[in-house]
């Protein structure tokens, strides 16, 4: 006689299953490339097997800033201030070197008031995961430039950028970081696999995703506009209203473009790098981002890998026990050693 | 004997000999060496067992312009700056003249005799040195002399002062203790300047050294030096900075004993020490650190400060222990960098928005430096909020006499920690509840293996389970429990020292304004027949002692190294407000250390009407 019971939940191989790695229900606008961000970090993590009480979420201020709230609810987090989450990232591994720390952050966290942190994290390759999820504005405070805004992109208010874009993936192997990619929200495959990498990277990995923002990229002309959605979106004249959009998804191969519709009716040129591309070549690399400014393409890819860089803990030679777990006898020397002192200065 | 130049009023010869009681000012030129010949002079008089202190006044500069040292000897142990200045060694043309007039009658000036300066005045003793000449016999490198040329005024000194020369060469051994060429040089020099003084300069001034045994078994330290021993005793790890005058050396030399005593078994070290980027870094790091269950500090100065405020707010609302060293310099802006001011503390008692409310604790000597940077970390942790300690730069930077430092007895306060078995007991916890009722919730340190250890650190609002919330009841909620989290600090923070009481009228200082206080209470006395009480604070927010202590006296003078008299605001907005009116305040903001006739001076203009 058959039983059926139920099916098992699918374990990864430390035993836990993907609702292990869940976190709060999200608040950001439906259709908000962060929240595929999230998603995709939750399968990598689950996938990659890793202890969730293992994990610090680190991040600075911005709807970005937000989504640590929205994964793995059973690592540790900090939500800082904005544009520093580097610092506090900083500090924590330095008193725990045994956690992984992911940092998220935004476009403008990162290269208007956070750059100043920001390069020192990459030239101090400090062990982590930094994500910045690039929309080219401000979400949270309502839609204003920030610093990777190309050249002729315009705001909701009609206003036009006309300061050149600060590509963070060129700066951060400039810097040094040892771990360095573009990817775009909606491209599920290129993005799980690059995080798989990262979270397997020992140094510092720094991901640029390009992560629309469905809100404030919406200017007049276009037919996804929140505007258009409103006007023939009949009864919803409330407040609140958030017009739903699908999340862009986006398949395609190695070395070949895909143009990308955006949500505000624009399109978005999406380029991956050749398999046979080498990323251990910085020069090279630099040249590649470069040169895809100028032919209009957002060049996605793992640009620049160096596994055998040492990282700032190498160099500070710690114990192995986490500073913050060294017991008081390691910590305070003893009294002998203070009255050979005390005796120094006699 | 074209050399020597003595002037002395036959007044002077007779008068009654001046021991152990005096101040010598070393006028020279920043970036000229002459660190290493006060020093010893200073330890030389320490060595003879005569209470001693030194002060630097030095320019924001590199090389070039006027610096001033001066030494105190006080056989009544009186370290702090004396205003009047008895004996000047002029070395520096530019400052010779006005240093000079500036003195009051009867005081000794030893000058280097190319500044000719015999002629200023007839009421002080003139000892003129031909410098040049006797340093060219002493040192045969032309380009070394103008190291040596310093010491030879060490030796005229001594001779001038009789001082044991033995003590010098031991002074000066210590001094070079590693080179010994530059020690047979320096004491070839100092030997000079001695038999120079011994055949052309007869003693015409009143002031002299004799041996006492009042500094026997005593250490001689400067506050950083003392923070930084402190620190490493207190099991600090991760000490991040951004140097700025005067807290860089507190972290420099924190550096140095680290490498040196916390090394393990392996040799690998048991701390970090991270040159940040600015100060917003240092801070920020110092968070991430303690948030991680490492004792995590920085030390700064008032720019530093003034950047750290956000992130200062951030670790007041997520509530995460930090330690952070607030060096005081003269503000606003950059001020004067290198002068000496307790300018910052209204500043830090609320640094950030919103309301923000911060512990402080005034050491006011370098054992307090010591035995308050343990304080600080365990207030921290206790309290799981930043926690600021106001030195400042004449405690940090100057030489200061003190019994050697006491070994602590007590173990590290780690504070409200729960463990992975806490929590399965538990069933789980509430990170901001207050569970105890003073205010102070209980927290994990993330790595805590357990599926209920996680806590959110987020700076915008939050409830008792640190889950974002805006509804106003949360808030109030939280903020009240804050605020209950303060008044627990009261009891926590060091209880004021009430160094006398039973009168009527008192006083309240802090910091390195005590020395001037304890003197200043002598002249009082001695002078005017008028017995003052006195407080002082050691920590913020104030503990019932002091809101006692204001009660039952009819007047208390506030004595504060700042413009705005900023501690008297402070204790404005404490204390009941029928007691405010008793309050008065005394300021001493120059960029000079405070003294003490200066003190007695503003008090008996209020006192004696
Ligand atoms: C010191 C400070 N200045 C300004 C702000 C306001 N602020 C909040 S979020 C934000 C921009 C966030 O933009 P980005 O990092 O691109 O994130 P997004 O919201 O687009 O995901 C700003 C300027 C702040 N919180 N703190
Ligand atoms: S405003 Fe933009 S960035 Fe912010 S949640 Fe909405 S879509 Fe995302």
Redesign the interface.
Known sequence: MATTSAPQPKTNHIGLTVLDYRG?KTTLCAGCGHNAISERIIDAMYEMGVQ???I?KMSGIGCSSKT??YFM?????????HG?M???????????Q??MAIGISGDGDTASIGM??FV?LMRRNIPMIYIIEDNGVYGLTKGQFSATADIGSKLKTGVINDLPPIDTCALAIMMGATFVGRSFSGDKKQLHTMLKAAIAHKGTAMLDVISPCVTFNDHEGSTKSYKFMKDHEEPLHDLNFVPYFEEINVDYDEGTTTAVQMHDGSKLLLKKLEHDYDPKDKINAVHRIMESHKTGEMLTGVFYVNPDAPSFLDL?????T?????P?S????S?A???A??EE?? | MATTEVTAPSLEAQRTPVVNDFSIQVATVNGSGSQSANTVLLRTIFQMGVPVSGKNLFPSNIAGLPTWYTIRASKDGFVARKKEIDFVVAMNPETAKEDVLALEPGAAVLYDEPLNLKDLRSDVTFYAVAFDKIVAEVCKEAKLRKLVKNMIYVGVMAKLLALDMKEVEKAIRRQFATKVKAADLNWNAAQAGHDYAVQNLPKQDPFKIERMNKTE?????DGNAAAA?GA???????V?WYPITPSSSLVENLIE?MKE??L?A?G?????I?Q???E?????????????????MTATAGPGISLMG??TG?GYY?EVPAVIWDVQRVGPSTGLPTRTAQGDIMKVANLSHGDARHPMLFPHSVAECFEFAGAAFDLAETLQTPVFVMSDLDLGMNNWMSE??A??TQ??KRGKVLSAEQLTQLGGFARYKDVDGDGIPYRT???????Q????????GHNEKS??TERPDDYVNNMDRLARKFATARKLVPQADIVQDGGKVGIIAYGTSHHAIVESLSQLLKEYGVGLDYLRLKGFPFGEEVHDYIARHDRVYVVDQNRDHQMFDLLKLDIKPEHVTKLRSVRHYNGLPIDARSVTDAILAQEVK
Do not use: C
């Not at chain 1, 986490?322 to 060294?326: C, E, G, K, S, T």
């Not at chain 1, 390691?330 to 020397?333: E, F, G, I, N, S």
């Not at chain 2, 078994?217 to 330290?221: D, H, L, R």
């Not at chain 2, 490493?232 to 991760?238: E, I, L, R, T, W």
């Open positions: 709060g969730p009480e293992e610090i640590p709230a609810s059973r690592s540790f987090s900090f939500n800082s201030v520093r580097p610092a506090v990232t900083t500090g924590a591994v330095l008193a725990n045994k956690m100043g942190q020192h500070l030679n710690m114990t192995d986490p500073l913050a777990q060294l008081e390691t910590l305070r020397p009294k050693t203070l009255e002192i005390m200065y006699r | 078994g005593q250490i001689i330290i021993l490493m005793f207190a099991g600090v790890s991760v991040t004993y005593h916390r393990d392996d690998k070290a048991t701390f970090a991270v940040a980027e600015d917003l870094a240092a801070v920020g790091m110092v968070l991430g650190g303690g948030w991680m269950g490492a004792r995590a956000e992130f951030l997520v050697p430092f070994y602590p173990p590290l340190v993330p790595g805590t293996k357990h599926p250890a996680a806590w959110f650190a987020r700076g915008s889950q974002y």
